[in-house]
């Protein structure tokens, strides 16, 4: 009996001593990783973070895009603001056709996806106020464009991104555009 409790307590040592070492990161760590990598990438592209969104003619600064950080952590730089000769504006259920290119924030951007299309047989769309469908941070984004034909870029943090990219902590930036159908 002895030699059994032993055995046991040999086999949960070993488990314990496998598990410590262990070269997998926390999610803290990754976390710090990706706040990194943001900042890099920020940096690396000369862009100017700010708290408040500026004025319509305001999203560059001496060279330098100017990009809103939100509370969420969207970050959001409008590069056209669509159609102003239409009153319609973004409205709650209205179907909301994106476009994009999505890139990695690596030294070495990669282009993940390059324009997803409307022309598509079945094109990817969202209808605005529905979370279930998209990420957070078109939602988000969509509703600062507003306007069909709108074109803004962003960078978006693991968290309100695609759901793969919550899983795997993976910060991306995007070139969007929005085409809204009601």
Same mark, same amino acid.
């Given at each position: 009996?002895?030699?059994?409790? /032993? #055995?046991?307590?040999? @086999?949960?040592?070993?488990?314990?001593?496998?598990?410590?070492?262990?070269?997998?990161?926390? /999610?803290?760590?990754?976390?710090?990783?990706?706040?990194?990598?943001?900042?890099?990438?920020?940096?690396?592209?000369?862009?100017? *973070?700010?708290?408040?969104?500026? @004025?319509?003619?305001?999203?560059?600064?001496?060279?330098?895009?100017?990009?809103? #950080?939100?509370?969420?952590?969207?970050?959001?730089?409008?590069?056209?603001?669509?159609?102003?000769?239409?009153?319609?504006?973004?409205?709650?259920?209205?179907?909301?056709?994106?476009? /994009?290119?999505?890139?990695? #924030?690596?030294?070495?951007?990669?282009?993940?996806?390059?324009?997803?299309?409307?022309?598509?047989?079945?094109?990817?769309?969202?209808?605005?106020?529905?979370?279930?469908?998209?990420?957070?941070?078109?939602?988000?984004?969509?509703?600062?464009?507003?306007?069909?034909?709108?074109?803004?870029?962003?960078?978006?943090?693991?968290?309100?991104?695609?759901?793969?990219? #919550?899983?795997? *902590?993976?910060?991306? @930036?995007?070139?969007?555009?929005?085409?809204?159908?009601?």
């Amino acid at each position: 009996m002895k030699r059994i409790s /032993y #055995l046991f307590f040999l @086999a949960f040592l070993t488990s314990l001593l496998a598990t410590s070492c262990s070269d997998t990161k926390t /999610y803290a760590e990754l976390l710090k990783e990706e706040k990194n990598l943001i900042d890099a990438y920020v940096k690396r592209n000369n862009i100017e *973070v700010v708290s408040t969104f500026p @004025a319509n003619t305001a999203w560059n600064n001496n060279g330098r895009d100017v990009y809103v #950080l939100t509370k969420s952590g969207l970050y959001f730089h409008m590069v056209n603001a669509g159609d102003l000769s239409s009153n319609d504006t973004l409205m709650l259920k209205n179907i909301v056709v994106p476009r /994009y290119k999505e890139y990695t #924030l690596s030294v070495a951007s990669d282009t993940i996806s390059n324009w997803s299309t409307i022309d598509y047989a079945d094109p990817s769309s969202f209808t605005y106020g529905d979370l279930t469908l998209s990420c957070k941070a078109f939602h988000e984004a969509a509703s600062y464009m507003k306007r069909n034909e709108s074109i803004a870029k962003i960078i978006v943090p693991s968290s309100i991104g695609f759901n793969a990219d #919550l899983l795997t *902590v993976t910060p991306k @930036a995007f070139d969007l555009k929005i085409k809204i159908q009601r």
